[in-house]
Structure formats: C-alpha cells, structure tokens
C-alpha cells in the first residue's frame, strides 16, 4: 500500500510520540572499553521492548548483564543495530575476535537467548572499527506459546538465527533469513520437520536520500515488535519459484529500507532483527548513492531536460522535428538495454529515427502510425510494470510477462493510430513531458526515474524477475506527477487548441 505525504507525516508524528512512551534513555550511553551495561527488564514484554541508544567507543568491547527478567518471559531476541559500521555480538568473550557459532556481525544483529530464573544472561559486543559507533540495543521478550525466530536454521553460524542477512547488488537487494521453530519447552524439543510455522516479511522505506542518523534510529524502532511491524509495515508477497526464506527487492539507490520478517504458529507470532539497506553506502563509499556517476550522464540529463522543455514550448512550430523526438527516446532507451553504453544508445537510437523517416516515406502511413505511437505505449507499459503489485506472481514467469508487455503497448499503439490527431497530439506531449521529468527525478532524489529503469533491469539482469519492484511513493514523486501532469496538460492544449485540428492535420505527414 502506498502512502501519501499526508499519511507518513501522521505515522512519524506517532512513532516520535510512542517512543517517547516506552522505556528509553534520551540521552546516549558511551561504552567504553570494559564497559559493563546493565540491563533490567523488570517490566518487559513483546509489545514493549527495551531500547537504550548507545555509542560503542572504537576499538573496545562491552559486557551486558540481563537480569531482573518478567517471570511470564520464556525468550528474549537481543539486538543491537548500528549506523553504517558494523559490529560483533557474541555469546560468549571469548568469541569476539572470530568468526563461530557463538557470534555474528554487522550491522543489526541479534541473539537468541533461552531464560531462567534468577540467572543472569551475559552477552558481549565488540567494536572492531577505529572510530566510535552509534548503535541502538532493543531486548523483545516473547512467551512460551510464541514461535522461535530463526530456530530452524540450517546455513547460518549461530544455532538459533533470529536474524537476516543482506546482499546488496547493483539492481537488487536480496534479503535471506533462516525458517522458524515452533514453540520450545522443556516437554517439546525443537522441531523443524513438516514445519507448520508461517513466517512473512514486511518493509518500510525512508524518505528519499534521507541518509540520517536521527530517521535511521527511528525507522528501525517502529519495526521492532510484532504490533509496530505490522501496523507500519507493507507485507511483502510470498516467493512462488524460489526458497520462501529469501526476498529480493529492486534495489532503489539511496533509498533507506528496513526488512522485517515475522514467524506465525496458531495465533502468537515473533519478530525477527529489523534489517536494513540504503541499495549503497553513504558512509564508506557516497559515490555509491549517486545515481549520476560521472559528467557525461549529467551532461546528457541536462540535454534530455532541455530537448523535452523546447518540445514542450516551441514543438508545435517544427512539428516534423519534434515527432522524432518520442522514437529516438524510446530507441535510446532500448539501445541502452542491448549494449549498456549511451553514446553507443544514442547512436542507436539516431538509427531508429532515420529507419522510422525511411517508413513515412517507403512504406503505409498505417506502419509509420503505429510504430511512432509505439513509444507511448512502450512508455504506459513501462508504468504498468512500475506499479504493478507485488502479489501479480503470474509476472515472474518471463514469457507470460513479455507477452503482457508487448501486448499493451502493441495495444495502445494501435488505439493512438486509430484517433490520428488526437493519439499524435498525446504520444508528443507524455513523451517531452517525462523527458522533463525524468532530469528532474535525478536531481531531487525521487523514483519515477525508475519506471525506465527497472524495465532495462528486467531485459539485462538476471534473476530480475523474482523481485518485488514495488516503489517508494513520496512527497517529491507525488509533486513531480503533478506538474508531469501540468506539462502534458499545457503541450496538449497548446498543440491542439492554438495550433488546430486542421493546422495539425495539414503539417503532419502522418496524416497526409
């Protein structure tokens, strides 16, 4: 479900205000090397965590004792999450310095932890980085009914994984996590054949290029229990091709997400460790972030803006010039999917003009018709596919999703063909139109940039047709539909109103 503006103003507003609710310092702890913390969960349950934000000094190790437990606790999952540095949690000190079964790393981990009474559970963090660390611990205690997060795991270090791991790609960020157990008491083992317990994920995202600490630290406390998970979080469709404990997401640049996935056994539920990913890294390499890499991509998204803005303002004066316009943006862009260079797409490009002239002036105004109007509905398949549910598993097949494709924008080429004036007025206006946009989703940081991108991902990368493509939907891509809108609106009105049907007709060789 997309939210509005409106709608994460209102769920900010309610997080800041529930934090400030729940057991939690406002002031950050400092760690230091040999630091003991400890840490009373006297009143702590599953739908109140404790949650403590800290920064770890470089190079030091840290000691928890966990003590003062509610008796009605069965487990608890204790976490630490810390901003772009990662970090180890160990069960035991003398685990810190290598990789084991005892310890895991990164940057939000956690740990299974089995309670008994009166006994003080002991955990240890070292921080291997030479530069202090921000971090956030949060403690969920769960019942004995509920199901273990993580507790059939088979490929992680840990024996009991509460926790995920993430892969982030060039085009996609692969989010894998270990199968849950069913409750586990001293009568009943745990048990992992014919496993009966549901586990679902859930997402989030930050706004766009928010790279803040502060909305970090925020973002994953809103994940952290299995109320807030579900009350904030977007569920994810199950996977129908591969394992069902591995999602794959677009990786939208520069873009904060949390992963969360939640185990279900008969009506109580638990939550695994908030995972996170930006798709880069704007703290060990910002370069990462940025969607422009070099000059030549910036030069051209100057000259993609300003083609589009003159098409826009003066097309209807050099009519035959500015319907070349959509062919050669649609022939760039498919060339850049075939060679990945875009001089080399532009070239290519420049080709399917010249190929789509040859055709007025050799083959039926019909062919040209429907070839010119193809950029159109190329482009609304494209936003098709943008948009499309995550649930629609049916796309995952290729040929079924290939199929679709081509027959919508075959479709609507054919229906632009048909209403001559009219479907010629419209392909030239959405077309400049998002060639102005398009520039103007690079610079601001939104994601309407990615209704081209993530076909050219569906063409070239390979597994790309397991992921879930679903967009941020924030302020900046609302008001750039807008005026998207606004710029369609007055190129239509202009080309048709003050130019003329019947001008038009005389000056289109479309229609001659």
């Not at 409106?6 to 997080?15: A, D």
């Not at 069965?74 to 160990?90: G, R």
Request: aromatic share 14%; charged share 10%; net charge neutral.
């Amino acid at each position: 479900m997309n939210r509005t503006f409106v709608g994460e103003l209102l769920i900010f507003l309610l997080l800041a205000i529930g934090s400030l609710a729940r057991e939690k310092s406002s002031d950050t702890l400092s760690l230091t090397d040999g630091s003991v913390l400890q840490v009373n969960l006297t009143n702590l349950h599953d739908s109140v965590p404790y949650m403590r934000q800290v920064s770890i000094k470089a190079t030091s190790n840290a000691t928890f004792n966990i003590n003062n437990i509610s008796s009605s606790a069965s487990f608890i999952i204790f976490q630490i999450h810390t901003y772009q540095h990662n970090v180890t949690l160990s069960y035991d000190k003398d685990y810190l310095n290598k990789i084991s079964n005892k310890s895991v790393f990164g940057s939000n981990i956690g740990l299974f932890s089995r309670l008994s009474e009166n006994i003080v559970t002991q955990l240890f963090v070292k921080n291997d980085n030479v530069h202090d660390v921000n971090g956030l611990l949060a403690v969920v205690a769960y019942h004995n009914k509920a199901p273990i997060p993580g507790g059939c795991n088979l490929e992680f270090n840990t024996e009991i994984a509460p926790y995920a791991k993430v892969q982030i790609l060039d085009a996609m960020v692969i989010v894998d996590f270990q199968p849950a157990s069913v409750p586990w008491n001293d009568s009943v083992k745990l048990t992992c054949e014919k496993n009966p317990v549901k586990v679902e994920m859930y997402q989030i995202f930050l706004n766009e290029q928010d790279f803040s600490i502060n909305s970090y630290f925020v973002a994953i406390t809103s994940m952290l229990t299995v109320t807030d998970i579900k009350n904030n979080g977007v569920k994810v469709a199950n996977p129908v091709i591969f394992s069902p404990m591995r999602r794959m997401f677009s990786a939208y640049t520069g873009v904060g997400s949390i992963y969360v996935a939640l185990a279900t056994y008969g009506n109580y539920s638990a939550a695994y460790v908030p995972s996170f990913s930006y798709a880069c890294h704007p703290t060990i390499d910002p370069a990462s972030c940025d969607v422009l890499p070099n000059l030549l991509s910036k030069i051209i998204c100057a000259f993609c803006f300003f083609v589009g803005l003159l098409s826009i303002c003066f097309g209807h004066h050099q009519l035959k010039v500015d319907m070349t316009l959509p062919v050669f943006f649609t022939g760039t862009v498919i060339g850049y999917a075939a060679v990945g260079d875009i001089l080399i797409a532009m070239g290519i490009g420049l080709c399917f003009t010249i190929f789509w002239l040859a055709c007025q002036s050799y083959f039926s105004i019909i062919f040209s018709g429907i070839m010119f109007n193809m950029t159109l509905g190329f482009l609304f398949a494209c936003v098709t596919y943008f948009l499309s549910p995550d649930s629609f598993t049916v796309l995952q097949n290729n040929w079924v999703f290939w199929s679709l494709f081509m027959s919508l924008a075959l479709g609507l080429s054919l229906i632009m063909t048909i209403i001559f004036e009219f479907g010629f007025v419209m392909t030239c206006s959405i077309i400049a139109s998002f060639m102005v946009i398009l520039p103007l989703d690079y610079w601001i940081g939104s994601a309407l940039k990615y209704i081209i991108i993530n076909i050219i991902r569906r063409m070239t990368v390979k597994g790309f047709n397991l992921v879930t493509v679903r967009p941020p939907f924030e302020a900046n891509d609302i008001a750039l539909i807008i005026f998207w809108l606004c710029l369609v609106l007055y190129r239509t009105w202009k080309q048709w109103c003050r130019v003329g049907v019947l001008d038009l007709a005389e000056r289109t060789p479309l229609l001659r």
